[in-house]
């Protein structure tokens, strides 16, 4: 499916993917101190970034709630259509850098591969919710999945589908990267936070740093 940008974007629109306690929220809060000594930061994350973002999350990730896998895509999607065009565009369109806990990657490996909605399907309602915003440079943390389990992290519904699940996300992770590389760095996530965060900084475009 084509995925041009619309509109002339001057920021910069990273995304952190990986699975639960990949270390995505340690990292970002590095990344984005960096960075903010030379430019505008704007933390945000998913499904989140907005007052209506926010109250879906809430129902997403609470983990006395059902519902069905395709209503839980839509919701993501829904969550992130208002996260992009009220939150992310703006802040690209003034020049800064936007720093997101996950993207439309972690829709296409939750939802498309490790429920089994299928890859394709979830893309084009996610292309759609986006008006076809990708992001620059996308830092995918890549860590087994026994390691992350013994970190420390709340427990929330996604978590709570156990380690099969989490291996699917992770390998779906790690396929879509392998999708398109330029746009990818996939960075080992089990050393020390300091050396993932060297990692990291070397991942970030050079006129950025
Ligand atoms: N490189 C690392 N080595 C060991 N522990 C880490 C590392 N990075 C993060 N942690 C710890 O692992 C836990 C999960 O990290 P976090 O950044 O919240 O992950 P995520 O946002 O991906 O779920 C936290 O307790 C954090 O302090
Ligand atoms: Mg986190």
Redesign the pocket.
């Known amino acids: 499916m084509a995925r041009e940008r619309v509109g002339a974007v001057k920021g910069l629109f990273v995304a952190?993917e990986?699975?639960?306690?990949?270390?995505?929220?340690?990292?970002l809060q590095l990344l984005a101190q960096r960075l903010s000594e030379k430019h505008e930061v704007l933390l945000t994350r998913e499904p989140g970034g907005t007052p209506v973002a926010e109250a879906i999350r809430v129902l997403l990730l609470a983990d006395d709630v059902q519902m069905s896998a395709r209503c839980e895509a839509l919701l993501f999607a829904a969550a992130r259509a208002d996260h992009v065009e009220r939150t992310i565009r703006p802040a690209l369109e003034r020049g800064a850098v936007v720093i997101s806990?996950r993207f439309v990657d972690s829709s296409l490996a939750y939802q498309g591969v490790a429920r089994g909605l299928g890859v394709d399907d979830v893309e084009r309602i996610n292309h759609w919710a986006t008006d076809a915003l990708e992001p620059d440079l996308t830092i995918m943390?890549d860590l087994p999945i026994g390691t992350?389990s013994q970190?420390?992290?709340e427990v929330d519904r996604m978590e709570n589908e156990g380690e099969l699940f989490q291996a699917r996300v992770r390998r779906g992770l790690l396929d879509l990267a392998g999708r398109a590389a330029h746009r990818y760095a996939v960075i080992d996530?089990?050393?020390?936070?300091d050396?993932?965060a060297d990692l990291v900084w070397a991942a970030v475009p050079e006129p950025w740093r």
């Open positions: 952190f990986g699975v639960d306690r990949s270390g995505k929220t340690t990292q806990d943390l992350s970190r420390d992290g996530a089990s050393p020390s936070v050396e993932v």
